[in-house]
């Protein structure tokens, strides 16, 4: 989140620059990289030259690259679509107002990845370099082989025991009181950002949202931020949101939530909107509903994902103390220390088990149904013409909604997308940020939400002419350009009369 765009962003999900490079999902072709640096390129007087361009962000792009000593080695471009351009090699701000924000990002860029380049832990990818070039900044990072825990989730040919899911657990609740002691946070902990080595190894990766406040838990932080549906906490959707410590915790929580239920946790906003309305948590708990773990465990889990930061741990060295005492018994540290652990797939609620009692139906707030497709509102007149959003590289589908009544007021899309459907789960999402910014007294100042969601991004930007509407856009995350799908949005929004 860089509040002085008023922008909220969510990161697409580049993990797979870490892996190995003859992984498909791991190269993007020559034609498609649109501002990339092209195969060749030689940065920082000839000590790196790129070799493929592996992945894009809304705050950068990542390269595989080889150093002097034709050693392999990860390079991250700080490049924000949004806010730059490229000018032959060269990286310049795409408006004239662009130059003040892009020296705050450079600053923060440079700043935080020479903090990082000062961490030494086995569970933490190493930065090698931080340098200057062609006007903007990169880091230089391990190369590592191996699949990111969403991959590894997501394959039904793979099993992640309970041994396993402990180990990674532990090993990543020590990495992360190693960065909060650093005085870091990492700010973008989610399953596609650990990395399970050759070795079976959990590797914390892709640190591009870091910022510091580790240690000092008093400290604001209105910075960047990223959010990714499912795992960041509500505080990471609000400016100025009181984010630290816990925050990193319930993201680590919500990923090992996925690997031992399953399926993503509900989102963060939802739940938050379900404790104030005083209904039935729409995430579920862990406890009582899985085997093989030791005591405790699972509740560990359940309490570093409280909806309410108060509740959760507030420092990981709390949670790594409760962790040691549950690990205790020799004959199960054995089996989470050792190196031959079988490296499994998503695990799968219990069939013994009983299953958890159903919330009455009383107790779950009702998904909201938009309504037909209507060309009046409230009594005003509209002209709608969202055919423009079929401009956009990548597009899928797009509606305009209202917030207040969930009429979708008009739609497009190409094939069979259930528009309907998202839009209606998005009208949720916007009434909950509505309704925590309401609880918590804050103003809001968030002109977009960028949710990513497996291939896809979804795209929600609120009508300035009149609030309570939402322009929603769902893109292919591999050839959407999100700086050209929000300038036509915005076009869009100016288009649309009320």
Known sequence: MFVSQQVLWVMPMDASAYQQPDRPSAVVSDDSTGDALVPGTVLFHGQYTITRHVGSGGFGITYLAKD??????????????????????????????????????????????????????????????????????????????????????????????????????WKLVSAIRYIHESDLLHGDISPDNVL?????????IDFGAARQGGRDTSKKYSGFSVVKDGYSPHELYIPDGDYGPWSDMYALAASMYHAIAGTVP??????????????????????GRFEGYAPGFLESLDKAMSVLPADRFQLAEEWLDLLNGLLSNEDLKMKILGKTIRIGGPNRPDKSQPPT???????????????????????????????????????????????????MLASESVGSFDIETAAAANVDVVRAKNKAMQLLGLKDSIEDILITLT????????????????????????????????????????????
Do not use: W
């Open 68 to 169: 002097n000593l034709d050693r392999e080695v990860i390079i991250k471009e700080c490049f924000v679509s949004s806010l730059c351009r490229r000018q032959q090699t060269l990286v310049r701000p795409s408006t004239r107002n662009g130059s003040e924000s892009m020296k705050k990002i450079l600053h923060h860029f440079v700043k935080e990845a020479r903090s990082l380049s000062r961490l030494n832990h086995p569970n933490i990818v190493g930065v090698h370099q931080v340098f200057e070039d062609n006007d903007t900044a990169y880091m230089a990072l391990e190369y590592l082989r191996g699949r990111d825990l969403l991959d590894v989730l997501e394959d039904p040919a793979v099993i992640l025991e309970p041994t396993k899911i402990m180990e990674i657990t």
């Open 196 to 204: 399970l080595n050759d070795e079976g190894e959990p590797i914390l």
């Open 266 to 287: 509900a989102g963060s906003q939802i739940r938050l909107l379900a404790l104030a309305e005083s209904v039935s948590d729409p995430c579920a708990p862990l406890a």
């Open 357 to 407: 009692a159903p919330a009455l139906a009383s107790d779950v707030p009702e998904p909201t149904k938009p309504l037909a497709p209507k060309q009046t509102l409230k009594g005003k007149k509209m002209a709608i013409d969202l055919s423009g959003l079929k401009e956009i590289g990548g597009f899928v589908a797009g509606c305009l909604v209202d917030t207040e009544s969930g009429l």
């Open 455 to 498: 291939t896809q991004l979804h795209l929600i930007r609120p009508m300035e002419k009149d609030p309570t509407l939402f322009v929603y856009v769902a893109l292919d995350r591999k050839t959407a350009n999100l700086g050209l799908a929000r300038a036509q949005v915005k076009k869009i929004e100016q288009s649309i009369k009320v």
